[in-house]
């Protein structure tokens, strides 16, 4: 009977406490995620930027191409006018 509720409450709950005799009150709010979710979030982080910068590269040289394509036009058209 010097474990019951009623006991502890009396002021033994220090000393129950100290002996680790106590459980820890149960966790509050989320859980914790664990270093495996939190690098499978950064990854996919990750990812996600690699693809959009993966996306402005192709537009950039797609666009380099059709300019140079453009300019070789050009530069044939100066070349015959000039003649």
């Known amino acids: ?9 009396g002021g033994d709950w220090r ?3 100290d002996a680790g005799e106590l ?3 149960p966790a509050r709010g989320r859980p914790q995620r ?15 930027r690699l693809e959009q910068e993966l996306a402005t590269a192709r537009l950039v040289m797609e ?6 394509a453009l300019l070789e036009k050009l530069s044939e ?4 006018e000039t003649r």
């Open 15 to 17: 000393r129950a406490r």
């Open 34 to 48: 664990d270093a495996r979710d939190e690098q499978i979030a950064r990854l996919e982080r990750e990812r996600k």
């Open 1 to 9: 009977m010097s474990s019951s509720p009623v006991v502890l409450a």
């Open 23 to 25: 459980a820890a009150p």
């Open 63 to 68: 666009t380099q191409a059709r300019l140079q």
């Open 77 to 80: 058209s100066a070349d015959t």
